[in-house]
């Protein structure tokens, strides 16, 4: 079975940083692009980050290029997200994703 489990969340100040991680289990994680989605309440669950494998290639939605870095780490199997410049308007619930499997989430506040 596929199991995506996220970590690293929490309530940060505006500016603070935070790294999320994702830890893959159930299949050949060196071979399959994987994202990062957020979903804040009240809103549609957005595509945030996205790398390719082996981890060549990044994409980032706009509101976060340039303060968020994806990236991967094969040998042990975890995604991660490092997020620098935290807004108040990142605060959501952030999701490792797969093709048709979801992590249980990890909720990034970011609040003064």
């Known amino acids: 079975q596929v199991q995506l489990v996220e970590s690293g969340g929490g309530l940060v100040q505006p500016g603070g940083s935070l790294r999320l991680s994702c830890a893959a289990s159930g299949f050949t994680f060196s071979r399959r692009a994987m994202s990062w989605y957020r979903q804040a309440p009240g809103k549609e669950r957005e595509l945030v980050a996205r790398i390719t494998s082996p981890g060549g290639s990044t994409s980032y939605v706009d509101s976060v290029k340039g303060r968020f870095t994806i990236s991967r780490d094969n040998s042990k199997n975890t995604l991660y997200l490092q997020m620098n410049s935290l807004k108040p308007e990142d605060t959501a619930v952030y999701y490792c994703?797969?093709?048709?499997?979801w992590g249980q989430g990890t909720q990034v506040t970011v609040s003064s």
């Open positions: 994703y797969f093709p048709n499997y």
